[in-house]
């Protein structure tokens, strides 16, 4: 091998690591003079800078001295946010919903259909097509949930920053399904789904034997259960009747568990309970007619009257939340046009989801210390019509294409059509 191939096959390393988010080195960078909407108390600074460092924030604040060699962002007072939270999808865990080959969230088992310890995140593929398309609406973190099998409890996910890395962040969450979409897999009745957990419960913290032949759950299952009830992860459970609400908080406060509504339809009939307990829910904001007989009282002030009582608000999607989680900004915006305030629904995409999911040391705000996660906008993040002009992962430099807007540009120069441009 000459000297001048090896320089040459170095070269293309490097270009390879530096081209995938997930390698190479992180970015210093100073943004400058940005209106800056930290998701913290601090609220929005305006006319702000952010210095990143190693990947990390180091300072905030207005005229900051740009180091010597650092890339220098000249914002001209556009928003600055923290990476926006994708909801609860499966993104990296499906490809084609409709394919079953690519689509590893849920798991089936004729016998002993629970299994809490399932764990989703282990089929998580950083190099998904879907990653991409989420980023570029400045998406940067989402929470993989395991999909409902052949049981209600369908296992363990996770939050994943779309940065390329293959591992998620923080402590696992369980995923479970009550009410109506989840009866078909609880005997049919909804009333099942309690003796039934009830039941997990007791064999979690081994007032039932182990070797019981009408045991629900595996040596494993055991083992997984008995962490949450010892408070290690939150209960996201997927529930939106008032009545199975109201039920889910009497069990959680019991048995001395943290959990968190996904979907809540009717939830905001349960506000001050539900900001008494302390319980986030991710909410559809653009619920606002029954699906079913368990979304009655849907409407679209549900995330404001939540919000009025002191519940933290985020946001998901229950209907190919994966390949949709760019309406996430949608939802956030329909809950501002119907009264949620608009630092609130910021923080719904940013904060609080962090929080719920015990990652907020690191991420969902901008703050001296954090990882630097940030989106610089054109304009207002939560009006569709805006769109995300840069970004960084860990102070890393995102590419702002996917395969979506390959595909675009290629057949426009087919077609001898002018570049796009945003």
Known sequence: MTASFRALRRLALLAVATALPGLGWAQDVLVRNASVHTATARGTLDASDVLVQGGIIRAIG?????????????????????ALF??????GVEEVSGEAATVDSAVKLEEQPQRPEFDVTLAYNPDSVLVPVARVEGIGFTALGAANGGGFVAGQGGIVRLDGGADPIGPRALFVRLGASGSELSGSSRAAQWMLLDQMVAEARGRIAADSPHALLTPAGRGTLARYLAGNGRVVVRVDRAADIRQLLRWAERERIRIAIAG????????PQLAAAGVPVFVDALS????????IGATLENAARLHAAGVPVS????????HNARKLRQLAGNAVAHGLPWDAA????????AQAFGVADRIGSIAVGQQADLVLWEGDPLDVGHYAERMWLGGRAVPMRSRQTE???RYLRQEGLPAYRR
Do not use: H, K
């Open 407 to 409: 595909l675009r540009d």
């Open 62 to 82: 207005p005229g900051l001295a740009a180091p010597a060699g650092i890339e220098t962002v000249e914002a001209g007072g556009r928003p600055l946010t923290p």
């Open 288 to 295: 606002n007619l029954p699906a079913g007989f368990d979304q």
């Open 346 to 353: 910021l923080a719904g995409l940013t904060r609080v989801p």
């Open 264 to 271: 809540g339809a009717e939830a905001w009939r349960l506000a």
């Open 315 to 322: 946001f998901s999607q229950d209907d190919d939340a994966s």
């Open 86 to 91: 994708g909801g609860i999808t499966d993104i």
